[in-house]
């Protein structure tokens, strides 16, 4: 079982349980979830709250890991808020291996770190590239398209990022 | 025996044409295009080569594994900024005379995506010949640009580029 | 390698000079991104002692589209296109997965009728990304007549497709809300037509390769994944059903009423490259049964929910009520909004767990789309099946795990 102290917040967001758990603390949670049956690691991924306005949210980025277990049939989304540039966590690959390109994944369009990772490196974009393509403040690129609505801001980043 | 004669022995046996026009009818009924497919768009170019549509009847049947012997190329799909490179070398590899058909929307101006991660045509790397639009293209549509093409090299004959 | 160190990714390349079993050095050879396969563009670098696999390290990215980020700049409702794009061989499945998750978040349920019209296009969708992997898994193993017949009965899926959508492989045809429009009675006798006639066809195929001796020399024994091994790495689809294992989202998370259709999880315990072959046939043989009792008993009724503020009002009305222009205004050039929060969907797509999560911020696009792709993880379990094994298999094994690059790389 997971301890109480580990779960900082819990809830239900459209019929799926979730629990927030401390960063720094994380590994600890997922092992003990790993121990309660939830073995199986769905996917993970992470979220760029930044000029988010719909909720006050702890950090800016938000790592989400959807686990599942898959004899009682139930889903658990464990989150972790991590700031900081570049924001760290540990990695959980030797828990959940399917975590290992996930978390390569998530370096490669956030930037962010997970510390124990054995090669963290870009898996889709050229290993060249600079910049973290989904983070917010990373304009959505490509060419500007005349009469469209989004012609102006296309290019640049939005004014509040 | 005269040369009179010789003409009269051939009858109605001979054409006259120059050396362009043969070179041009034999280029233009054997392109052999390279086995390139990329996103979508080589799911419909295997349904052209497919029995129901059957590119054999053009000639172009032969699609080749290596670039060197080829002399279309099909770029079926969207070019990532990862994939350029390659495309271009792949381009290089081919002898001449080479001619490129741009498959579907992706490949010739980027289709939706208008991002970070495409080029926006791939006419930014080698020369396009035929553009086809569709997202993806029928397999009709794919004959078409290949008759377009032909009719270009019959018309272009001796020369080369 | 034992089980819990599945992941096997962080290998490193040949060091130069190190020895394989047989004295001789290793050796790395690159194979990709531009090869002889027909599946996609997947690189592979492989170290070989003589012809064996020692190591395989797939690179990835090669199909990199920014969907993610794409949709982030699309409204809710222009998404769909995307999503029809990153597996481009289910298009109408992760379609469903999107639709579901905006609908989870919006709280709104689709019709009966509507929901029978998505069973349809999801099964139609198998079956022709079924054949699409056959044929070209035929032609990497040297059968290749194999394509033509798959190819034949796919074009008569894509004419269902263009029936009811208008397009063949892209249809865009499941939204949120409900679906494009009702299918028409053509489209009926055309699938009717088909249901009839798929098994024999179905059989056709099992002919030419079941009991074909090089088929059956080439995948039996080949690429084995045992059923822990599948469970840790995060397997779905044909391969974990391949090892033994009934894991089918439709059956054990139903989702779009698939709980109310008759069919078996097609399983196999071979663990190799021909037991997922037979799986995806016996799947095919379902999806047609399926296919069959939707047809039965399809409801009668609305495609779409009644709901104003989510999708545009017919047209007849547009010319009488000053609401509906209002509606139908807002709709195309601000779009709904969702309601904040996440929420994760998964669906059975051909390839195994394709799911969906969304964030909303409240406004009229989304915060965060996530595609959680079968191929993704399947690939990550290439090399504990090729290990070992002749570098002609390695085409086998890419072959029988069916990955998509489109949906590997996104």
Same mark, same amino acid.
């Given at each position: 079982?997971?301890?109480?102290?580990?779960?900082?917040?819990?809830?239900?967001?459209?019929?799926?349980?979730?629990?927030?758990?401390?960063?720094?603390?994380?590994?600890?949670?997922?092992?003990?979830?790993?121990?309660?049956?939830?073995?199986?690691?769905?996917?993970?991924?992470?979220?760029?709250?930044?000029?988010?306005? &719909?909720?006050?949210?702890?950090?800016?980025?938000?790592?989400?890991?959807?686990?599942?277990?898959?004899?009682?049939?139930?889903?658990?989304?464990?989150?972790?808020?991590?700031?900081?540039?570049?924001?760290?966590?540990?990695?959980?690959?030797?828990?959940?291996?399917?975590?290992?390109?996930?978390?390569?994944?998530?370096?490669?369009?956030?930037?962010?770190?997970? &510390?124990?990772?054995?090669?963290?490196?870009?898996?889709?974009?050229?290993?060249?590239?600079?910049?973290?393509?989904?983070?917010?403040?990373?304009?959505?690129?490509?060419?500007?398209?005349?009469?469209?609505?989004?012609?102006?801001?296309?290019?640049?980043?939005?004014?509040?990022? | 025996?005269?040369?009179?004669?010789?003409?009269?022995?051939?009858?109605?046996?001979?054409?006259?044409?120059?050396?362009?026009?043969?070179?041009?009818?034999?280029?233009?009924?054997?392109?052999?295009?390279?086995?390139?497919?990329?996103?979508?768009?080589?799911?419909?170019?295997?349904?052209?080569?497919?029995?129901?549509?059957?590119?054999?009847?053009?000639?172009?049947?032969?699609?080749?594994?290596?670039?060197?012997?080829?002399?279309?190329?099909?770029?079926?799909?969207?070019?990532?900024?990862?994939?350029?490179?390659?495309?271009?070398?792949?381009?290089?590899?081919?002898?001449?005379?080479?001619?490129?058909?741009?498959?579907?929307?992706?490949?010739?101006?980027?289709?939706?995506?208008?991002?970070?991660?495409?080029?926006?045509?791939?006419?930014?790397?080698?020369?396009?010949?035929?553009?086809?639009?569709?997202?993806?293209?029928?397999?009709?549509?794919?004959?078409?640009?290949?008759?377009?093409?032909?009719?270009?090299?019959?018309?272009?004959?001796?020369?080369?580029? | 390698?034992?089980?819990?160190?599945?992941?096997?990714?962080?290998?490193?390349?040949?060091?130069?000079?190190?020895?394989?079993?047989?004295?001789?050095?290793?050796?790395?050879?690159?194979?990709?991104?531009?090869?002889?396969?027909?599946?996609?563009? $997947?690189?592979?670098?492989?170290?070989?002692?003589?012809?064996?696999?020692?190591?395989?390290?797939?690179?990835?990215?090669?199909?990199?589209?920014?969907?993610?980020?794409?949709?982030?700049?699309?409204?809710?409702?222009?998404?769909?296109?995307?999503?029809?794009?990153?597996?481009?061989?289910?298009?109408?499945?992760?379609?469903?997965?999107?639709?579901?998750?905006?609908?989870?978040?919006?709280?709104?349920?689709?019709?009966?009728?509507?929901?029978?019209?998505?069973?349809?296009?999801?099964?139609?969708?198998?079956?022709?990304?079924?054949?699409?992997?056959?044929?070209?898994?035929?032609?990497?193993?040297?059968?290749?007549?194999?394509?033509?017949?798959?190819?034949?009965?796919?074009?008569?899926?894509?004419?269902?497709?263009?029936?009811?959508?208008?397009?063949?492989?892209?249809?865009?045809?499941?939204?949120?809300?409900?679906?494009?429009?009702?299918?028409?009675?053509?489209?009926?006798?055309?699938?009717?037509?088909?249901?009839?006639?798929?098994?024999?066809?179905?059989?056709?195929?099992?002919?030419?390769?079941?009991?074909?001796?090089?088929?059956?020399?080439?995948t039996i024994g080949?690429?084995r994944?045992?059923?822990?091994?599948?469970?840790?790495?995060?397997?779905?689809?044909?391969?974990?059903?391949g090892s033994g294992?009934?894991?089918? $989202?439709?059956?054990?998370?139903?989702?779009?009423?698939?709980?109310?259709?008759?069919?078996?999880?097609?399983t196999n315990d071979g663990c190799d490259c021909y037991a997922r072959y037979l799986v995806?046939?016996?799947?095919?043989?379902?999806?047609?049964?399926?296919?069959?009792?939707?047809?039965?008993?399809?409801?009668?009724?609305?495609?779409?929910?009644?709901?104003?503020?989510?999708?545009?009002?017919?047209? !007849?009305?547009?010319?009488?009520?000053?609401?509906?222009?209002?509606?139908?205004?807002?709709?195309?050039?601000?779009?709904?909004?969702?309601?904040?929060?996440?929420?994760?969907?998964?669906? !059975?797509?051909?390839?195994?767990?394709?799911?969906?999560?969304?964030?909303?911020?409240?406004?009229?696009?989304?915060?965060?789309?996530?595609?959680?792709?079968?191929?993704?993880?399947?690939?990550?379990? $290439?090399?504990?099946?090729? $290990?070992?094994?002749?570098?002609?298999?390695?085409?086998?094994?890419?072959?029988?795990?069916?990955?998509?690059?489109?949906?590997?790389?996104?």
């Open positions: 079982m997971i301890a109480e102290e580990l779960i900082t917040d819990k809830g239900v967001s459209a019929g799926d349980e979730w629990i927030t758990v401390p960063a720094p603390r994380l590994r600890e949670a997922m092992a003990a979830l790993k121990e309660d049956g939830y073995r199986l690691l769905v996917f993970l991924t992470c979220v760029d709250h930044l000029a988010d306005a &719909s909720k006050e949210w702890p950090a800016r980025f938000e790592l989400l890991y959807e686990v599942r277990d898959m004899e009682k049939l139930r889903d658990l989304r464990v989150r972790a808020f991590v700031d900081g540039e570049p924001p760290e966590i540990d990695s959980v690959h030797d828990l959940f291996p399917p975590a290992n390109w996930d978390e390569r994944e998530t370096y490669d369009l956030f930037g962010v770190v997970f &510390s124990g990772h054995p090669e963290l490196t870009r898996i889709l974009m050229p290993d060249d590239w600079v910049g973290y393509p989904l983070r917010r403040d990373y304009p959505v690129g490509g060419e500007p398209v005349e009469f469209s609505e989004e012609h102006e801001t296309w290019l640049t980043p939005p004014p509040e990022a | 025996m005269g040369l009179e004669d010789l003409v009269d022995s051939l009858g109605q046996n001979v054409l006259t044409t120059t050396v362009g026009k043969v070179i041009g009818w034999g280029r233009g009924n054997s392109v052999w295009p390279a086995q390139f497919g990329l996103a979508c768009c080589a799911i419909e170019m295997i349904s052209t080569a497919t029995a129901g549509v059957d590119i054999a009847r053009f000639g172009s049947e032969a699609m080749r594994a290596s670039p060197r012997q080829a002399d279309l190329m099909i770029v079926s799909g969207r070019v990532s900024q990862k994939m350029a490179p390659i495309l271009r070398t792949i381009y290089d590899q081919m002898p001449e005379p080479k001619w490129v058909i741009s498959m579907g929307a992706c490949a010739s101006t980027g289709g939706v995506f208008n991002n970070y991660a495409l080029l926006q045509g791939v006419d930014k790397v080698v020369p396009v010949d035929v553009y086809i639009p569709g997202c993806p293209p029928r397999p009709e549509d794919l004959l078409n640009a290949l008759m377009i093409l032909q009719e270009r090299i019959k018309a272009q004959g001796i020369v080369t580029r | 390698m034992s089980i819990e160190d599945a992941s096997g990714q962080g290998v490193t390349i040949t060091q130069t000079g190190e020895r394989g079993a047989f004295g001789g050095e290793l050796l790395t050879v690159n194979f990709g991104p531009h090869h002889p396969s027909t599946h996609g563009v $997947l690189r592979l670098i492989v170290d070989l002692d003589g012809e064996q696999v020692k190591r395989v390290k797939p690179v990835i990215g090669y199909l990199h589209t920014g969907i993610e980020k794409q949709m982030e700049a699309l409204r809710w409702q222009q998404g769909v296109v995307c999503t029809d794009r990153h597996d481009y061989l289910s298009p109408p499945i992760n379609n469903l997965a999107y639709a579901l998750a905006v609908e989870r978040l919006m709280g709104v349920e689709v019709p009966p009728r509507a929901q029978a019209l998505r069973v349809i296009m999801c099964e139609l969708t198998r079956l022709s990304s079924h054949l699409v992997w056959l044929g070209t898994s035929g032609i990497e193993l040297g059968a290749m007549s194999v394509l033509m017949y798959c190819f034949r009965e796919r074009d008569t899926i894509m004419d269902m497709n263009e029936e009811i959508s208008g397009f063949r492989m892209h249809t865009s045809y499941i939204r949120p809300g409900g679906v494009m429009a009702d299918a028409t009675p053509r489209f009926f006798d055309m699938l009717a037509k088909f249901v009839r006639e798929m098994p024999r066809h179905i059989d056709e195929y099992e002919d030419l390769l079941t009991m074909n001796p090089i088929w059956r020399s080439r080949i690429g994944l045992a059923p822990e091994v599948a469970k840790v790495v995060g397997a779905s689809g044909p391969m974990i059903r294992i009934a894991w089918d $989202l439709r059956k054990v998370m139903p989702y779009s009423g698939y709980e109310n259709y008759d069919f078996e999880v097609a995806r046939i016996q799947e095919m043989r379902e999806a047609v049964k399926i296919l069959g009792q939707a047809l039965d008993r399809l409801p009668d009724g609305p495609v779409n929910v009644d709901d104003r503020k989510m999708l545009p009002p017919p047209r !007849e009305e547009l010319e009488t009520s000053m609401e509906a222009v209002i509606h139908h205004f807002k709709l195309f050039t601000e779009g709904y909004s969702v309601p904040p929060g996440d929420v994760y969907v998964a669906v !059975e797509s051909g390839r195994g767990e394709n799911g969906c999560y969304i964030v909303s911020d409240g406004t009229h696009k989304p915060r965060r789309v996530k595609f959680r792709s079968a191929s993704f993880v399947n690939l990550q379990a $290439l090399e504990r099946m090729a $290990l070992n094994h002749m570098i002609a298999d390695l085409v086998a094994i890419i072959g029988t795990a069916d990955t998509v690059l489109g949906d590997v790389d996104r």
